[in-house]
């Protein structure tokens, strides 16, 4: 159940264009279909560096 709100919740989020910053352990906590909807993904890898990861094209 909490699968389906949180993609409902990720899909208006992107219609209404509005930013959410989710933080998580680890990318496979948030299901396929609603990382697809992320155009942009920071990854701290330690105190001192950001990694930055773009998605392609799509809009």
Do not use: C, W
């Amino acid at each position: 159940m909490f699968t389906k709100v949180f993609g409902m919740l990720t899909q208006g989020f992107r219609y209404k264009q509005i930013l959410a910053f989710i933080t998580v352990p680890d990318k496979s906590f948030i299901e396929y279909q609603n990382r697809k909807l992320v155009h942009i993904r920071f990854e701290a890898g330690s105190t001192r560096t950001i990694a930055t990861e773009m998605s392609g094209g799509k809009a």
